[in-house]
């Protein structure tokens, strides 16, 4: 029975980890594009990191949640199956209230509106954010997102990763960095090229005032 203990452990434990690193990739893919006129390489790199670490941060609420459910079924390492997850929100609301809060639009949005209202930069909500919205397409059944919370309206996502076999997890994150690293040398072009892509302003009234004087 331990051995069959140790397999969902490690299955489990590569999917969690996968999972962060899929938000991760993602988040430092919205950090970069919101970052690419930066041209101090070396601060740009943190803050992309940045990026993935607060993409990748909403599912730390999961964590006493994941024990808790591991720990009642006395699973190895009070790592849960996905059998446990049956349930368990609705019989535990006040574990599950971690992760719906860190996973609600209208923080995000409240939190963004702060940052708006002080000046503040604003690409660190968007990579919050886009941990979400891959979370409201991907999450289904029992883990269905509440986009809304407060206001409990559960969202239906279209697919469910955590069913993928390792392989598609691995293929599916392997697709991801290697976006990010196109991306990455995009922005790398458009840092260096960016000023002959834009007429200079003279050049957009230019020709308004040839035909102004022409007309008298």
Request: aromatic letters at 18%; charged letters at 15%; glycine letters at 6%.
């Amino acid at each position: 029975m331990l051995g069959v203990d140790r397999c969902f452990f490690y299955t489990l434990g590569f999917r969690a980890f996968v999972d962060i690193i899929s938000h991760a990739l993602i988040g430092a893919i919205v950090a970069q594009f919101c970052l690419w006129k930066m041209d101090d390489s070396a601060k740009r790199k943190k803050l992309v990191v940045i990026g993935a670490l607060l993409a990748a941060a909403p599912d730390i609420a999961n964590i006493p949640l994941y024990l808790h459910l591991g720990a009642i079924n006395e699973r190895f390492l009070w790592i849960p199956y996905h059998s446990d997850w049956d349930g368990h929100r609705a019989a535990y609301p006040m574990m599950a209230i971690g992760w719906e809060i860190t996973h609600s639009l209208i923080l995000v949005t409240l939190v963004g509106y702060f940052l708006y209202r002080k000046k503040y930069a604003l690409w660190p909500v968007l990579c919050w954010a886009s941990h979400l919205f891959v979370d409201i397409l991907a999450h289904t059944g029992e883990w269905a997102s509440v986009p809304l919370w407060p206001i409990y309206l559960k969202v239906e996502g279209f697919d469910d990763p955590w069913k993928w076999p390792p392989s598609a997890w691995l293929f599916s994150n392997v697709v991801l960095f290697v976006v990010f690293y196109l991306i990455s040398k995009y922005m790398e072009s458009w840092r260096i090229n960016y000023p002959d892509y834009l007429l200079p302003v003279e050049a957009w009234h230019q020709g308004w005032e040839s035909s102004h004087d022409a007309q008298g």
